[in-house]
């Protein structure tokens, strides 16, 4: 009953940034925390970056701390990821997900729905 739907990915090079969106529409009330994922190319879903809905507590992959941030608007059901410094090894499918109760924020198993995905590339 909820809806996710990302936005903002692209054809980037090195070092350059990009900040993707996600707008949550349907019984958005009932969200815990809303997390991003990646699937690179002959890769499993890895979690990248999650925010607590109602405190926005956020938690990052090592991979990316320092270089991403999370953010969220509540009045929107809105939730971005600021993606600076950018790898080539950060080439993947980013999809946005909502967990609907107190589970493990980087648990990919754990969130209840999930976006279309968006394609980020960054070629060297």
């Known amino acids: 009953q909820v809806q996710l739907v990302e936005s903002g990915g692209g054809l980037v090079q090195v070092g350059d940034s990009l900040r993707l969106s996600c707008v949550a529409s349907?019984?958005?009330?009932?969200?815990?925390?809303m997390g991003w994922f990646r699937q690179g190319p002959g890769k499993e879903r890895e979690f990248v970056a999650a925010?607590?809905?109602?405190?926005?507590?956020?938690v990052y992959a090592n991979s990316v701390k320092g270089r991403f941030t999370i953010s969220r608007d509540k009045a929107k059901n809105t939730v971005w990821l600021q993606m600076n410094l950018l790898k080539p090894e950060d080439t993947a499918v980013y999809y946005c997900?909502?967990?609907?109760?107190?589970?493990?924020?980087?648990?990919?198993?754990?969130?209840?729905?999930w976006g279309q995905g968006t394609q980020v590339t960054v070629s060297s």
């Open positions: 997900a909502d967990q609907r109760y107190s589970g493990s924020l980087s648990r990919p198993r754990d969130y209840n729905y």
């Open positions: 349907g019984r958005t009330f009932s969200t815990y925390a």
């Open positions: 925010i607590t809905w109602s405190g926005g507590t956020t």
